[in-house]
């Protein structure tokens, strides 16, 4: 029935006494005290519940933070941890690590895509004979002791990145471009890596290395059009070199083959005359021998 019935007075508010009383109406649920209560009861047990279970990955290792002072280390799985005083860094021990000098890789895979970002601040190095190198290198390593790695030094991938770029510069400062650009490619890798561990282990970084890999080792870009000027007459010179000693090698023996020949020919026809020479001197003295002895017998056999 609507409120401005026949039977409703129509004189000023006169509608109004037709609505509830206002102790009779009752609110939402969602607003009385108990479902408040019962809410801010759940929520903070969830929160305690979030934060005192924590979990660990295969590959890692947890460090429990009590007010910032570690006092343990857990192993991968499910753990707990008093809430709200104690958190969690996870440190990734089982897993190869790496960090990329003069690229950056975007995506990897069978069509691996890289940054293209400039990294010639990284990769751009002087070598031994005053001339300029773009070297790009990948380190791989592993995390050994997770207390150190987290605690010993700040800032510890600009630290490490800043040691890995001292070691390179220097190791590619002692070598011509050539060794660097050509031949010496792997020694540097060794060198390097046995250096920066060395640095690594005076630290107290608690990293092991375990591989520097030289990704790519150019020219700059203006002046590779010269440099492969070069690199062509260089094999073209050694490839005239190695088509010189093959013929040598063909003509040479050869000739002293037909040399030796020629000697051995020239000693059995000697030895083959000396030898015919003796036997006719003894063949002669037997036969004076016998003439002397019957002159008349040894003329007649010689004559018949």
């Known amino acids: 029935m609507s409120i401005f019935d026949d039977e409703t007075p129509r004189g000023p508010m006169g509608w109004a006494r037709n609505l509830p009383d206002a102790g009779q109406i009752k609110p939402p649920v969602w607003l009385t005290g108990k479902f408040v209560r019962n809410a801010v009861i759940s929520l903070f047990t969830l929160m305690v519940l979030t934060s005192t279970a924590f979990q660990v990955r295969p590959e890692e290792v947890g460090l429990v933070l009590r007010l910032g002072k570690m006092v343990r280390t857990t192993e991968p799985g499910l753990h707990f941890k008093f809430p709200f005083i104690e958190d969690v860094l996870r440190v990734p021990v089982q897993r190869q690590l790496k960090e990329e000098f003069g690229f950056r890789t975007v995506a990897a895979g069978t069509s691996t895509r890289y940054s293209a970002a400039d990294f010639n601040g990284e990769s751009v190095m002087l070598t031994g004979d005053l001339n300029v190198a773009v070297v790009e290198w990948v380190v791989q390593y592993r995390v050994t002791d997770p207390y150190n790695y987290l605690f010993r030094v700040r800032d510890i991938t600009d630290t490490f990145r800043s040691m890995?770029?001292?070691?390179?510069?220097?190791?590619?400062?002692?070598?011509?471009?050539?060794?660097?650009?050509?031949?010496?490619r792997q020694e540097i890798a060794t060198t390097s890596e046995r250096l920066l561990q060395e640095m690594v282990n005076q630290y107290e970084m608690g990293i092991i290395i375990e591989q520097i890999v030289l990704q790519d080792v150019t020219p700059p870009d203006p002046v590779k059009p010269s440099w492969d000027e070069v690199n062509q007459a260089q094999q073209q010179r050694d490839r005239l070199i190695n088509e010189a000693l093959a013929e040598y090698n063909k003509v040479v023996p050869r000739a002293k083959g037909e040399a030796s020949q020629?000697?051995?020919?020239?000693?059995?026809?000697?030895?083959?005359?000396?030898?015919?020479a003796q036997g006719d001197a003894t063949r002669f003295k037997a036969v004076y021998e016998a003439y002397r002895r019957a002159p008349e017998v040894t003329r007649r056999r010689l004559y018949l």
């Open 164 to 184: 890995s770029q001292a070691v390179m510069r220097e190791v590619v400062g002692d070598r011509t471009v050539t060794e660097v650009l050509t031949v010496g």
């Open 262 to 276: 020629a000697i051995l020919q020239a000693e059995g026809y000697a030895l083959e005359r000396v030898n015919g």
